[in-house]
């Protein structure tokens, strides 16, 4: 039996349409997942891809309006019969065509330069893409959606610049897309080795020292877009392509920066205690962590952080205290507050972004948080899920790190 090529659905309120191109011509062997037809309309171009592998024929002309579901080809197996074409047009245009027989598609082209497809070049000028010396996977080297997509995946070190700017490490070894890991203000990469106490993980996670924290360089950017683009710069010197943010409090904010900046090839997103989504902080907390030199003065200010004073140990307030020998990192973190954190308020909002995102986002927020109101969840976009955990404060990962992990692993495999 054939397999049949249908006329896709491309807007909720299209009923028909036309086939602006096609990619291939009646009697040319096709592979599923080969671009066959292009639409093109006023609201998007669109690519259609082969349902299988064969030989297609009885092709519906190029700017004949068909039926959305009407059938416009047919792909059959090697020896296979071929029948009749189908009626697949509207009424209107059968009557005034009704014989059509598709041109081929030459193989190569006298055009030079790129030869982008309409969704091609769409996404390459929005995105400021240029498509100059970029070959294409189409036939006859046509650069497709996937071929922009790829040099997106991929962004451009500048050869004075082949060594990472932010300190990154890699927690986790393994398989498969990466999980790129982005901590809070005032912590830095540790932060996430509590999250491995949840259970065995087979993903790699790469965690990154964001400006003025552990070991990257203190020099404090003006602007998130700044970090953002260390961050793109640094997993480009890792060789990191698809990936997978993770993000906890202001790395939260920057990984929904990140994916709206669109530079890298991101497959998902999972927040915990995000920050951006309102001005509010507890900015007592952001000063008082800060300020605090003695174990005494500096494990109260921690406490804030968690629902149950338990989970501070000994040996994390340790860790933390170890930092306070610093005197350069301390003041970098000093002008970090000063910058995104002005009189007690996040200067950064990401929300507008967050609900223009094409991903399904993962929320994680503790009900009883002390540094970021839960409130702020309140009105999320329809494309971010939320896990609202009770006992919980500002750092689930760490106190709720089993649950945190199994929520992180669902959005690595759906990636």
């Given amino acids: 039996m054939p397999v049949n090529v249908l006329f896709p659905k491309v807007s909720l309120e299209a009923a028909s349409g036309r086939i602006a ?21 006023d609201k998007a171009a669109v690519e259609v891809e082969s349902p299988g592998t064969g030989v297609i024929r009885t092709l519906t002309g190029a700017e004949t309006e068909v039926d959305v579901g009407a059938e416009v080809a047919r792909i059959y197996a090697s020896g296979e019969t071929v029948a009749s074409a189908p009626a697949k047009t509207v009424e209107s245009v059968i009557a005034a065509a009704p014989a059509i ?9 006298s055009r030079k330069g790129p030869n982008p497809t309409p969704l091609a070049r769409r996404i390459a000028r929005e995105r400021g893409v240029s498509l100059e010396g970029l070959s294409g996977s189409g036939p006859g080297g046509r650069i497709q959606r996937k071929d922009v997509l790829a040099r997106l995946a991929a962004p451009a070190v500048p050869d004075a610049a ?64 700044e970090i953002a683009e260390l961050v793109e710069a640094t997993l480009a010197a890792e060789q990191v392509g698809p990936a ?19 530079r890298l090839d991101i497959r998902g997103l999972c927040l915990f205690a995000p920050g951006g989504l309102g001005p509010e902080i507890n900015g007592p907390f952001t000063e008082g962590i800060l300020r605090a030199k003695a174990p005494e003065s500096l494990r109260p200010w ?48 990401v929300r507008a972004e967050l609900a223009r995102l094409p991903h399904l986002v993962r929320v994680v927020f503790g009900r009883q948080d002390r540094i970021l109101p839960f409130a702020a969840t309140t009105g999320l976009p329809g494309n971010v899920a939320l896990h609202a955990l009770d006992a919980c ?6 106190e709720h790190p089993e649950l945190a992990l199994r929520i992180l692993s669902e959005v690595w495999r759906a990636a």
């Avoid at 009646?26 to 639409?39: K, M, P, R, S």
């Avoid at 027989?101 to 082209?109: I, R, Y």
């Avoid at 993000?247 to 709206?260: D, E, K, Q, T």
């Fill in 21 to 41: 191109r096609w990619c291939v011509g009646d009697g040319d062997a096709v592979t599923a997942g080969q671009v066959l037809f292009e639409i093109d309309n």
């Fill in 101 to 109: 027989s598709a041109p081929s598609v030459p193989t190569s082209t």
């Fill in 162 to 225: 082949k060594e990472r700017p932010l300190h990154a490490v890699w927690l986790r070894r393994g398989s498969g897309v990466p999980v790129v890991m982005l901590h809070g203000f005032s912590a830095d990469h540790n932060n996430w080795r509590g999250l491995f106490a949840g259970g065995r993980s087979d993903w790699p996670a790469l965690a990154i020292d964001l400006p003025g924290h552990g070991q990257s360089p203190r020099a404090i950017p003006d602007h998130l877009d």
């Fill in 244 to 262: 997978v943010l993770a993000g906890h409090s202001f790395g939260g904010a920057l990984a929904v920066r990140l994916a709206h900046r669109a």
């Fill in 302 to 349: 921690l406490e804030l952080l968690v629902h149950d004073p338990a989970a501070i140990s000994d040996a994390f307030l340790r860790a933390v205290m170890q930092q306070r020998s610093d005197d350069g990192l301390m003041a970098a973190m000093r002008a970090f507050a000063g910058r995104f954190f002005p009189d007690g308020t996040q200067s950064l909002s």
């Fill in 393 to 398: 404060g500002h750092v689930p990962h760490i």
